[in-house]
């Protein structure tokens, strides 16, 4: 297969079974428009049948790591594509490692990048190497002291390329690669993330460019070390994040004409793995299941794509809000820019005691997508519904599905509509709520067993089809005091009343397997608008994962499983 300059991206996430994943991710990037590939989370048998095939299309090797997970060792790979020779060896000693290595220094292959790791009570180690004829080093074994004094040494003519860090007993050892070069260089070691990217920012506008990073605990603080040559080329640099995360930066980054050089794997610190890469419907979810978590709302003069005093005269049919995801190629990546919700501008969205209050997350449970958040009180009761934060009311409604539903637009400082809050299952009346469920809902939906319960629900709670007869039942559709309490075009404060939570609808009346309910809830999307005008849901407690990764009490700290951005007033979920 020939490749030239067309890039080409590819991934097999096997990655996702946490059983094959360390759970944090770090890649250094570096400009070029040559092909690319990516394999992680295998066993070495079938990392070496990737290494082998893609040999063959011209893929080079030029970072590999390993970790162990479930007492399982695994490997992931980073490629080039290139024509020049290439070696793969792993699973030796020291002394059959740098044997091998002087083996292969005369037959043209320069060692470019080393991992090593316990296996039983032996050392391995594990080399990549490359064609070359230039000058080379390799030191292995020494403490930071000795390291650096070869360094310092060794640079008048040799560049460190690539370094290895592990303990000893109680001490901490180093291993460097060196070829041959006269550029720009620079070393730092064991400094927390903060300092080091403060570093890197220094160095780049220095004309210096990371080209490996190793990190590491020291005690319960993890250190990183970089190594820089000199370098004009466009430069990235991604960390902390989880695999979902990492590999849709990495495929944006590839669109974007950013090549990974170098990749580093570490685990967790806090957040179960149970709780990581749920952000993104998974990949082999059917296009149809997809595009339902794209939510139609009915536009208006107010209700529209653009901010509310810039909608068209002729109002779209719907607005649409989406889940948070790009297309490369035919794949599924996370849209990291629409979770990028730097603003922190809401409040909980009731006023309801903590304690009697219950939530669910992104998702309902293990691989059921939700998309929002519930808020329901523990007695299964009404309550009030508030304005999450300060905001203009752009739309006011009754959805087939959810029932009433309420739209905030949020500005942020003098950028009109940044945010939505979109409430659902609202009450409005038992008397307007009936009518609308028979003569709006219920000829939208399709014949089977949805159309069915919502009718049984309906005929069993007090609203028969037979307007005469109908008498609703007040845990069900509330009392006729217990409506929307704004209208559109009125902006709010944080905290003003918008009406009482519910359970109108057939998304929300609880009557989905034949029950008669009542499923009392406020469903509560939160919206963002992105770069490309459209909408996506994001999560305010950045964790994107099933209910019980999130803080146990609705105004409960966010925790280590916080991993996006918060969008919570002062970072947490409070009252007005």
Request: hydrophobic share 30%; proline share 4%.
């Amino acid at each position: 297969m020939q490749i030239n300059t067309a890039f080409v991206f590819i991934l097999v996430c096997f990655i996702l079974n946490s059983a094959q994943a360390q759970d944090y991710h770090i890649g250094v990037w570096r400009s070029g428009t040559s092909g690319y590939y990516l394999w992680a989370g295998v066993d070495w048998t079938n990392f070496v049948a990737k290494w082998n095939e893609l040999g063959s299309q011209n893929y080079r090797l030029i970072d590999i790591e390993t970790y162990e997970v479930g007492g399982q060792r695994r490997y992931s790979g980073v490629w080039e594509y290139g024509t020049d020779g290439y070696y793969l060896w792993g699973g030796a000693d020291w002394t059959n490692f740098v044997a091998k290595w002087n083996e292969l220094g005369p037959q043209g292959l320069r060692l470019i990048d080393i991992e090593t790791y316990m296996d039983g009570s032996t050392r391995k180690y594990v080399g990549v190497w490359r064609a070359g004829t230039y000058g080379y080093y390799l030191y292995g074994g020494l403490d930071w002291t000795s390291f650096t004094t070869i360094w310092n040494n060794l640079g008048d003519n040799y560049r460190l390329t690539d370094i290895e860090t592990y303990m000893d007993g109680s001490t901490r050892k180093y291993i460097g690669i060196w070829e041959y070069g006269t550029d720009g260089y620079y070393l730092w070691g064991g400094s927390d993330w903060a300092t080091f990217v403060s570093l890197w920012d220094d160095l780049a506008s220095d004309g210096l460019r990371l080209i490996d990073v190793e990190t590491y605990l020291d005690g319960s603080t993890r250190k990183y070390i970089g190594v820089w040559r000199s370098g004009t080329y466009g430069y990235y640099l991604w960390s902390g994040v989880d695999w979902e995360n990492f590999v849709s930066k990495w495929a944006e980054n590839g669109v974007n004409n950013l090549r990974l050089i170098d990749y580093e794997t570490f685990e967790t610190n806090g957040c179960p793995s149970s709780c990581l890469n749920h952000a993104l419907l998974p990949d082999n979810t059917s296009t149809s299941a997809r595009e339902s978590y794209n939510y139609g709302i009915k536009g208006s003069t107010q209700h529209c794509e653009a901010a509310p005093d810039s909608c068209p005269s002729t109002p779209p049919a719907y607005v649409y809000y989406r889940w948070p995801n790009v297309v490369y190629g035919s794949t599924y990546y996370l849209r990291l820019s629409a979770l990028n919700t730097n603003n922190q501008i809401f409040r909980l969205p009731f006023n309801d005691a903590a304690n009697t209050m219950g939530k669910n997350g992104w998702l309902y449970s293990s691989n059921s997508w939700h998309h929002a958040i519930d808020y329901w009180r523990n007695d299964g009761s009404t309550f009030q519904i508030v304005a999450a934060s300060t905001g203009k009311v752009i739309h006011i409604g009754w959805d087939n599905w959810s029932g009433n539903t309420v739209i905030l637009s949020h500005d942020v400082g003098t950028t009109k509509d940044v945010y939505r809050t979109i409430y659902v299952h609202m009450r409005n009346g038992p008397s307007n709520d009936c009518a609308n469920a028979w003569t709006l809902t219920v000829p939208s939906l399709s014949t089977g067993s949805t159309l069915t319960n919502y009718q049984n629900y309906l005929a069993n709670t007090g609203c028969p089809q037979n307007t005469a007869l109908r008498n609703p039942s007040a845990p069900q559709w509330g009392t006729t005091s217990q409506t929307i309490s704004v209208t559109v075009g009125q902006t709010v404060s944080a905290g003003t009343v918008l009406g009482w939570a519910g359970s109108t609808g057939p998304g929300g009346c609880g009557c989905t397997n034949g029950g008669n309910g009542p499923n009392t809830h406020l469903h509560i999307f939160w919206a963002h608008r992105d770069t490309d005008g459209l909408w996506y849901f994001f999560d305010p407690y950045g964790v994107y994962a099933s209910p019980d990764c999130y803080p146990s009490a609705v105004d409960g700290a966010v925790n280590s499983c916080s991993r996006y951005p918060v969008a919570w007033k002062n970072g947490k979920p409070g009252y007005v």
